[in-house]
C-alpha cells in the first residue's frame, strides 16, 4: 500500500514571492507522482506529473516540481506566486501497475497583495 | 465545450431520500471515476469503469450504486441518504485508466444532506 504526506496544510504566501509545498510518499514499488491544482468552486486539473526520466519536472503556470527517490519526496515549486495562484494543492501518486489514485490531504495556498 | 460535466451542481435533499448524479466526458476517454471529497477536502476514490466495466469499487456503503451506460457517462445513485454522505463528488476521466494515465475531472456536485 501507498500513502501520500502533504506536510503543510496551509501556506500563506506574499505575492511575488517564492513558494513550495511538501509532498512525501511512501511506497516499496515504483511509483508515478502528480501535482494537482484545485481553484475555488471548481474541479482538480493536473499542474504536472512525472512518469520517469529527469527528475526536474516542470508543468502548467510556472509550476515546477522535483522526484528525490532516496527522499522519497515531489515537492512543488513555484519561483513568483500570483494572486490567482491561490488555491488548493493535492499531491497524488500512482502505484506501477495499478489504476488507483491516492491524494495527499491538500494544500492550501493562499496569495496575498 | 465542458470535457467532464456533471449534474446538478448543488443537490439538497432530506435524509432517507434517493438521489442521483450524472456525469457525462466528451474527452472520448475509456475510464471514468467517481470521488468523494468530505468536509476537510480529502479525496478519496470509490469507483472506476473501464469501458462499461467495474474495475475499481472501494470500500463503500451499498447504497451507493454506479451505473454505466456507455463510456461517455457514469451516474451514480444514491439510495437512503445520511447525513454522513454530504461532501462534495467528483466524477473524472482518463485515457485508459492507466497508472501514468492524466485524470480530467469535473466540477463538482455538492450534496448536502439534512
Known amino acids: 500500500a501507498q500513502s501520500v504526506t502533504q506536510l503543510d496544510s496551509q501556506v500563506p504566501v506574499f505575492e511575488e514571492a517564492p513558494v513550495e509545498l511538501r509532498c512525501n510518499y511512501s511506497?516499496?514499488?515504483?511509483?508515478?507522482l502528480f501535482w494537482y491544482v484545485q481553484y475555488p468552486n471548481q474541479g482538480l486539473q493536473l499542474l504536472l506529473k512525472y512518469l520517469s526520466g529527469s527528475t526536474l519536472v516542470k508543468g502548467i503556470n510556472g509550476f515546477e516540481a522535483e522526484f528525490n527517490k532516496s527522499q522519497t519526496s515531489f515537492h512543488l515549486r513555484k519561483p513568483s506566486v500570483h494572486i490567482s495562484d491561490t488555491a488548493e494543492y493535492f499531491c497524488a501518486v500512482n502505484l506501477a501497475n495499478d489504476y488507483k489514485l491516492s491524494f495527499g490531504a491538500g494544500t492550501t495556498v493562499t496569495v496575498r497583495a | 465545450d465542458t470535457a467532464v460535466s456533471q449534474t446538478p451542481k448543488y443537490l439538497v435533499t432530506q435524509m432517507g431520500n434517493d438521489k442521483s448524479i450524472k456525469c457525462e466526458q466528451n474527452?472520448?476517454?475509456?475510464?471514468m471515476y467517481w470521488y468523494k471529497q468530505d468536509s476537510k477536502k480529502f479525496l478519496k476514490i470509490m469507483f472506476s469503469?473501464?469501458?462499461?466495466?467495474?474495475?475499481i469499487n472501494e470500500t463503500v456503503p451499498n447504497r451507493f450504486s454506479p451505473k454505466s451506460p456507455d463510456k461517455a457517462h457514469l451516474n451514480l445513485h444514491i439510495n437512503s441518504l445520511e447525513l454522513g454522505d454530504s461532501a462534495v463528488y467528483f466524477c473524472?476521466?482518463?485515457?485508459?485508466?492507466?497508472?501514468?494515465?492524466?485524470?480530467?475531472f469535473g466540477p463538482g456536485t455538492r450534496l448536502t444532506v439534512l
Open positions: 473524472a476521466s482518463s485515457q485508459g485508466g492507466r497508472d501514468t494515465d492524466t485524470q480530467y
Open positions: 511506497s516499496s514499488v515504483s511509483v508515478y
Open positions: 469503469y473501464n469501458n462499461k466495466e467495474l474495475i
Open positions: 474527452l472520448g476517454h475509456d475510464t
